[in-house]
């Protein structure tokens, strides 16, 4: 398994941008492929973007034509660029890691997690 740190959240008005960034430790991380899902309070944890070890994308509806998933493998690090934001998106944000070439949009698919960071978007 791998070590996730995740950094970058924090308070922004609607229409926002914020930029989400996970370190991961490890040799093996471009083996992985990477997920980040969102919890808010009193809902259950839902998928919002993923990417495989060759840098195929995925997207929920909800955010797709807003944020961008991406990855550097040199960095050991996973981001998530989130624009155009909406207090909807008001959510604690996690990063996953799944050991295997193909992303998911299972949370329970995924064996690694950070600890998660805060994103509130004001309106």
């Known amino acids: 398994q791998v070590q996730l740190e995740e950094s970058g959240g924090g308070l922004v008005q609607a229409g926002g941008s914020l930029r989400l960034s996970c370190a991961a430790s490890?040799?093996?991380?471009?083996?992985?492929?990477m997920g980040w899902f969102r919890q808010a309070p009193g809902k259950e944890r839902e998928f919002v973007a993923a990417?495989?070890?060759?840098?195929?994308?995925y997207y929920a509806d909800s955010v797709n034509g807003r944020f961008t998933i991406s990855r550097d493998n040199a960095k050991n690090t996973v981001y998530l660029q989130m624009n155009r934001l909406k207090p909807e998106d008001t959510a604690a944000y996690y990063c996953?890691?799944?050991?295997?070439?193909?992303?998911?949009?299972?949370?329970?698919?995924?064996?690694?997690w950070g600890q998660g960071t805060q994103v509130t978007v004001s309106s």
């Open positions: 490890g040799r093996t991380f471009s083996s992985y492929a």
């Open positions: 996953a890691a799944r050991a295997s070439s193909t992303a998911s949009r299972n949370h329970a698919d995924f064996g690694s």
């Open positions: 990417i495989s070890w060759r840098a195929n994308t």
